[in-house]
């Protein structure tokens, strides 16, 4: 027989635990599923300090652990290493399957799945990830601080990264596909003043060079069709972020970009009754844990009210 929740929680990044401590405070017995990343994108980053109640910073696993064990505390069950694979909201009760073969019913769904950094899509890239290419310059900058290091993209993320490797690093290459920038003003501002960030324009990234750790890149001029090679020592890859809401498609309203769109703005509530989003799924422009955090917590309140109007809590 299937599981039965009135609150069922899709995610474990700062919307999914937020959403999970309000919902078992107000007795909703939630039941969350982590996922395949159980803590989400802040297990990967290093120093946090602009999440409020950390005056000295925290770091991010360390934060994800506070917030897991606060959630934990008031009751949530939590299903670590979990995902969910397939959802049915035809309602009033919704269906998921676990990718254990689990069926789970539930009154309330909240989306807390986040987002993933994109990828260019090499090979060489996937066997070099974690041995010179990375998605996070703040996560992994510092281990190759004094070295050569490029950063992919055109968008205010790429200009960051920049921006905060130029710090640690003498030499930094932008790449970027067009012939400007899509970043903002204040961004390209900051990369053109940048005396150790150089521009390569309508360039992109052809192979990554290297065994067992990067070593260089092979580029592309994608007006002239030249190649050239270059030494280095890490690509940053910020190229943006796509939603984890795949297993939502048929079910859910969503931009063209796959964020989903909130049936009423300054809710979290999506088209479908019962189900709300919150977090970095629902969100392509604040992207911060605390936004996500804050969102999350909407949504618990909404699925509460929700419960209450149909006469189930
Ligand atoms: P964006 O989607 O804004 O930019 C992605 C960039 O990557 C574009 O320049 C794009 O090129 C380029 N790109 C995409 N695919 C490839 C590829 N396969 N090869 C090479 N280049 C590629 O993503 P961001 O993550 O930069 O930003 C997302 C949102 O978050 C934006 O709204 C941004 O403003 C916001 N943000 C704000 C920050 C801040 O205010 N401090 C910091 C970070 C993000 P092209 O232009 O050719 O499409």
Redesign the pocket.
Known sequence: MAKHTKCLIIGSGPAGYTAAIYASRAGLNPVLYTGSEPGGQLMITTEVENFPGYPDGVVGPALMEDLRRQAERFGTEINIGVLIEKVDFTGPVHKVWTDAGEEVHADTVIIATGASA?W?GLPSEQRLTNHGVSACAVCDGFFFRGKTVAV???????C?EASYLSKLCPTVHLF???NEL?A?KIMQDRIFKSTNITVHWNT?IDEILGEDHVSGVRILNNKTNEKAELNLDAVFV????KPNTDIFNDWITMDETGYITVAHPGTSKTNIPGVFASGDAAD??Y?QAVTAAGTGCMAALDAERYLTEMGIH
């Open positions: 994109k260019l992919v993209g055109g968008g205010d993320t790429a960051e970027v596909r067009k899509r903002s992109q910020a190229i943006g972020h392509k422009i992207r």
